[in-house]
Each structure stands twice: as C-alpha cells, then as structure tokens.
C-alpha cells in the first residue's frame, strides 16, 4: 500500500508541476491544431527551458490553461508560435510565458490502455477495501462490459469533432503565364505557371486562322512549349491581313493528366524599312518571315529624262537588300509590298545633284 | 451436458466473431491505384494523393476505436480460450465464462463502432475518387481516373456477416447463461 501512496503522489506532483514556475511538467493536449504531430489526449513532457525555431514549446498566458505550440520565430524578448495544424501563426508571446520545452511526448494509443489496465489491477486488487465485489457471474459480466464502455467513452470524448470529407484534396494544376511570338525567328512561346504540374510532352499542336488549318512541329524546354509555325503561314496571315491565329496544343502533363489548350495569338507584322545610308539604300524585313518586295529605282543624269529599273525582291526574315545609287545625280528608290493586307509604297530619295 | 455444449457452440461463435472483427480492422478495405495510391484500413491507413503523404483527420481519428477493436477481439479470445478449456477439461470455470459473457456484451457495443468506424472510412474516401478534371487558363487538365479495389475486409464490414455473428453469439451465451441459471435454480 505505501507503494501506491508514493506512485500516486508521484503522479500527483507530475501533474502539480505545472502550476510552479519550474521548468517541468506533464501535460495533456486538447485540441488539434497539432495534429498530425499531436493529436487531443497525447502527453507531453516538458523539461528545461532551452529551446530553438522548430522545437514544440509549452506557453501559457494564464495559470489554467497552456498552449502547445511549435517555435517559429525568436526575438530577444518575445517568441512566436504556431500549431502545426494551424494556418497562421499565433501572436507573438513573452519569453517569460514560456513554460518548457517539450522533450517527449506519449500518444492517447500508448498511454491510456497502460492506465485503464493499472488502475483495473489497482482496483481488483483493492477490490474488497473498495468495497467491490467480483462474487457473482453478473458482477464479473458488468464489470467487463463497464470496463469497455468507458474505453470507448474516453476515446469519442478525446477525438476531435470531424465530418466526413473533412480533408479537402486540392490537385495539382497549372495555369497559363503567357503566350508570346518570338520576334527573331516567329516561334509561339507558351509558358505555363505550375502549380504541381509540368508539360512534359506535346501530343498534338496546329494552328488555325482564316488562312487554314496546318500542324506545327514543337519543342518543350523546362515546361515552355516552343511552336514552329511555318513562316509561309505568317507570310500568308500578312497578305491576307489577319492579325490572329489559333493554336491548338495538346499535351502530357506530370502525373499523368492530359491538358487541352486552346490560345489565341496575335503576331505583329511590320512593313518593309527602307533607309538611306550615304549614296546606299538598305531595304530591310524586319519580319520573321518572307516579304516579297517591288522595288523601282528611278534615276536621272543632269537635266535628262528619268530611268526606271524595277526588281522584284523575295526578302527573307532578317534579310537586307541594298542599292548603291552614287554612280546617279538624281535618284528615289521606291518599295512596294504588302503589309496587312494593303498594298504600301514608300519612297526615298538618294542621291540630289550628285550629292547624296 | 447440455450447458456444456451451448457454452462450447457460443464459444466457437464468440472466437468467428471475434477472428472477424480482427480481419476487418486490420485488414485493408481498400486499395487504390492510380494518382491516389496505398491502402486504407480501419486501424492504418497510408496514402499519397498526387505523390503527396495523404493525412486524414477522420482516418486518424477512427485509429484508435479500431485499436480498441482489436483489443476487445483479443481480450474476447483469450476469455474465450480461457473458459473453453476450462469447460473441456470438466473445471469450474464462473469466473471465466462470466468474463466471457463481458466480453460477448462488449462486442455487442463494439459492432456498432466497426459499423461506424467502416461507414466513417468509406465517407472520407470517396472525395480520393473524385475526377480531379478541371479548367484553368492553361485549358482542359484531364486526370487518369483512380482505380479503387475493394478487399476482402470491406466485403464483411459492407454487409450483416458480422452483425448476424454477433447476435447469434448473443443469443447463443444467452441461452446458455440462461439454461444454466434455470439448473441452479432447479437444483
């Protein structure tokens, strides 16, 4: 019997530790913004008051209450904590508040079969000092069933209240960052924002406008997916003055899924620049795809009558066609090409009495 | 004679019972394949949804009423073979049956929480085989449908098997409880 008084006493100054400055203590979780660390009815231990960002701390702003918490942040005078259940952390607490740091701690599974059958020993075994007597079928019968009941009792009172579909699932996705033509060389750049899920391959790409339906051959780099769009279908877009396409891409994704987008794309064209440089006229297509150009070069000697040379020009993308004009005394070039579906002309002069 | 054959029948009952309920705790009901993989039982259970560890908070929450189960089968099988070799061998065994009959009464309680614990898995995972399909500014995400196979173990707890086990076995320790109060009584 002294055995049990000093276990019980034991148990008992464990418990009272926690209402003593001291940096010692048993305590019992509630709750579940530490799951799925802790869950309500688990013990922890608290011992010492040494802790950092990361370590689970006990705190407490009042003598009947505590909180168990996670450290995630430290200042000279004030710590920050945060259930890892939680989604924002808790306000930042006083360093005096902080009772422990918590070394171990016992899971409800672990702790409370081990009690419910110590203190079904301790009871059986001081049955007759207690007064209960286990002399009839009946008795014994009740005493199993009542034994049973509390444990299920004690487990719905510690479980935390949950409604079927309590945990959402939220899958993986991606969004469009932007879709982009390449300036240089006319490629579609589609970019995608992942949220958890990657291109990983194109199945299927086309593009279509009112100029007509053709597959594109692709590339997929680090998730962007690079479109070859034949520059002819630009070159047609332009003389048919359509400023719009549609691009169609199918493509694997991580995790298996299959995305199917649909963009629509604005190339921007741009006319034929023509320039002077000295007795020299550069003609030069700014666009990433073939222009085809007239270009008449009208030039005159002195007070003679005007000559024209006309060329017609299949400038590629990037290409510079230049005409030296400093053999004339009076000289304009003169381009004509399509730019959007218009006929345009632009006209320079070069050269004016012999000088350019 | 005959209290010994009706405690040996209810016996026999009792440890199916009990065999049962410990295959239906332990054991998966479902196994999943495909973007949501692993398995779920009602006293474990681990899934990755998407690559990701799965954590539930019902699932964790059954975990310690199918830990119970499971304690309640083995309590109920040891009283069971306690008592039962007792009876063979011809002993007095009123401690051990009166357990026995405790533990049958538990089980009564406890099919109820296998029902429940079973009806509270199979609620927290069917949102795993939703269709995960939807559109964003990228377009159309289609996802591969998950595959669920259902296992032994949820074929007895979607049915009566364990229910109509249980109550013959009550029935059965009942009557045998009974018929052995009414030779007390007569003699």
Redesign the interface.
């Given at each position: 019997m002294k055995a049990s008084y000093l276990i019980t006493a034991f148990l008992a100054a464990l418990f009272l530790l926690k209402f003593t400055p001291l940096p010692f203590g048993v305590y019992f979780t509630l709750g579940?913004s530490m799951?799925?660390t802790m869950?309500a009815g688990d013990v922890v231990i608290v011992w010492g008051r040494e802790y950092d960002v990361g370590d689970v701390i006990v705190w407490s702003n009042s003598p009947l209450s505590c909180i168990v918490h996670r450290v995630v942040g430290v200042t000279s005078s004030q710590v920050i904590t945060k259930g890892d259940n939680n989604p924002v952390a808790d306000f930042p607490v006083s360093k005096d508040s902080v009772r422990g740091k918590v070394v171990a701690h016992v899971p409800?599974?672990y702790w409370?079969?081990a009690a419910t059958a110590l203190v079904g020993a301790y009871v059986y075994r001081n049955r007759r000092k207690l007064g209960i007597q286990?002399n009839?079928?009946?008795?014994?019968?009740?005493?199993?069933?009542a034994a049973?009941?509390l444990?299920?009792s004690l487990?719905i009172t510690?479980?935390?209240v949950?409604?079927?579909?309590?945990?959402?699932?939220r899958?993986?996705?991606?969004?469009?960052y932007g879709v982009a033509v390449d300036k240089k060389v006319g490629d579609i750049i589609v970019k995608?924002f992942s949220e958890?899920?990657e291109v990983k391959n194109v199945t299927g790409c086309t593009v279509s406008s009112s100029v007509g339906r053709v597959a594109c051959s692709y590339d997929v780099e680090n998730g962007t997916v690079y479109v070859h769009v034949p520059r002819e279908y630009y070159a047609e877009m332009n003389v048919r003055g359509e400023g719009f396409l549609t691009l169609v891409?199918n493509a694997t994704?991580t995790?298996?899924?299959?995305?199917?987008?649909?963009y629509l794309v604005h190339p921007t064209f741009a006319p034929l620049s023509v320039k002077k440089e000295g007795y020299v006229a550069h003609i030069v297509n700014p666009n990433f795809f073939p222009v085809k150009a007239n270009v008449s070069v009208y030039y005159a000697q002195s007070s003679g009558a005007w000559n024209v040379n006309s060329t017609e020009l299949n400038l590629m993308p990037g290409e510079e066609a230049s005409f030296n004009l400093s053999s004339t005394k009076f000289s304009y070039i003169e381009v004509k090409h399509v730019f959007f579906g218009k006929t345009v002309a632009e006209r320079v002069q070069v050269t004016y009495d012999g000088r350019p | 004679m005959e209290d010994r054959r009706l405690w040996t029948l209810a016996l026999v009952f009792g440890m199916v019972v009990s065999l049962v309920g410990i295959v239906a705790t332990v054991l998966p009901l479902y196994i999943f394949d495909?973007?949501v993989r692993g398995y779920v039982s009602l006293a474990s259970y681990d899934l990755t949804?998407?690559?990701e560890k799965?954590?539930?908070?019902?699932l964790?929450?059954v975990?310690?009423?199918a830990?119970?189960l499971i304690?309640?089968a083995v309590f109920n099988i040891i009283a069971i073979a306690v008592s039962g070799a007792k009876t063979f061998f011809g002993r007095k065994s009123?401690?051990w049956?009166?357990?026995a009959?405790?533990?049958m009464?538990?089980t009564l309680?406890?099919v109820g929480?296998l029902y429940g614990c079973a009806h509270?898995v199979s609620?927290?995972t069917?949102?795993?085989l939703?269709d995960?399909s939807?559109e964003?500014?990228?377009?159309?995400?289609?996802?591969?449908k998950t595959m669920c196979y259902p296992q032994p173990a949820y074929l007895l707890v979607s049915n009566f098997i364990p229910l109509a086990l249980t109550i013959i076995y009550a029935i059965t320790m009942s009557i045998a409880?009974a018929f052995k109060q009414n030779l007390s009584t007569e003699g």
């Open positions: 579940s799951e799925p869950h409800r599974e409370m079969p286990f009839s079928f009946e008795r014994i019968a009740s005493a199993v069933l049973n009941v444990m299920f487990i510690m479980s935390p949950v409604a079927p579909h309590a945990s959402p699932i899958a993986p996705s991606a969004s469009l995608y958890g899920l891409l994704l995790h298996d899924a299959v995305l199917y987008g649909k | 495909g973007n949804v998407f690559g799965y954590y539930s908070l019902s964790e929450a975990k310690p009423f830990y119970l304690a309640q009123v401690v049956k009166a357990v009959f405790g533990a009464l538990s309680v406890g929480i509270i609620e927290e069917k949102p795993l939703a995960f939807h964003t500014s990228a377009g159309k995400i289609v996802f591969p409880y």
